[in-house]
């Protein structure tokens, strides 16, 4: 037995913070996302506007903007990232 306590855990990020209260209206689900990540990559690439709720859910969402993030450097001619949140 370690008689020592577990190692608390620091503060919260700012960008974490922001991440948690950010307003997620209108709502969007990951499942709803992923069926919709693909034409939203595909017209940031175009620089054609990105769909509003899914640009919402990407800001909030660590997972499906990291999905699109790789998408995006998957289609992308040179490599290059592009902000999946438009």
């Known amino acids: 037995m370690n008689p020592q306590p577990a190692a608390r855990p620091g503060p919260l990020q700012p960008d974490a ?3 948690l209260l950010l307003d997620t209206t209108p709502y969007l689900s990951c499942e709803e996302c992923f069926e919709r ?3 939203h990559v595909e017209a ?3 620089n ?3 769909d509003p709720a ?3 859910h990407l800001q909030g ?3 499906c903007h990291e999905e699109a993030r790789s998408l995006a ?3 992308s001619k040179d490599g290059a990232r592009p902000t999946p949140a438009g």
């Open 17 to 19: 913070v922001d991440a």
């Open 54 to 56: 899914l640009s919402r």
């Open 61 to 63: 969402c660590a997972a």
């Open 44 to 46: 940031l690439l175009r």
């Open 73 to 75: 450097a998957l289609l």
């Open 37 to 39: 990540m693909d034409g």
């Open 48 to 50: 054609d506007p990105p």
